[in-house]
């Protein structure tokens, strides 16, 4: 097996892992809501150290429920993977090309350089 491919593998296993050991220990069965975002976390704790605090600002925009909430976000989850798999993809081809025109530039001395 290849050192890539074990590589990958290993953070492929260390990512299910760190899926499946919050539920399997059961790190939230104490709480109502077990897995809460950062945003209601936070809000909780701030209203727990200062129940009079008023926020700065208020939302642009807040979606009319949590379903389309969760849909934006995944949205906007997608959106940012796409970006960055065409960017490594983009990469990855120049670097591909770069060795071609090199092993072609050795194969044929009559090929310029740098054209």
């Known amino acids: 097996m290849k050192r890539s491919t074990r ?7 260390a990512v299910a892992a760190l899926a499946v050991l919050p539920l399997v220990l059961g790190l939230g069965d104490h709480k109502e809501e077990p897995f809460a ?3 209601a ?7 727990e150290i200062e129940p009079d605090y008023e926020p700065w600002f208020s939302p642009l925009y807040e979606p009319p429920s ?10 906007q989850a997608a959106l940012g993977a796409g970006v960055l798999a065409y960017y490594f ?14 092993r072609a ?3 044929d001395p ?5 054209d």
């Open 110 to 114: 009559r090929v310029p350089e740098g």
């Open 37 to 39: 975002g950062a945003d």
């Open 89 to 102: 993809g983009l990469r990855r081809g120049r670097r591909q090309g770069e060795e071609r025109a090199a």
């Open 66 to 75: 949590g379903e389309i909430e969760s849909a934006l976000f995944a949205l």
């Open 7 to 13: 590589i990958n593998a290993l953070l492929l296993l």
């Open 41 to 47: 976390e936070a809000e909780t704790a701030i209203t």
């Open 105 to 107: 530039a050795r194969q």
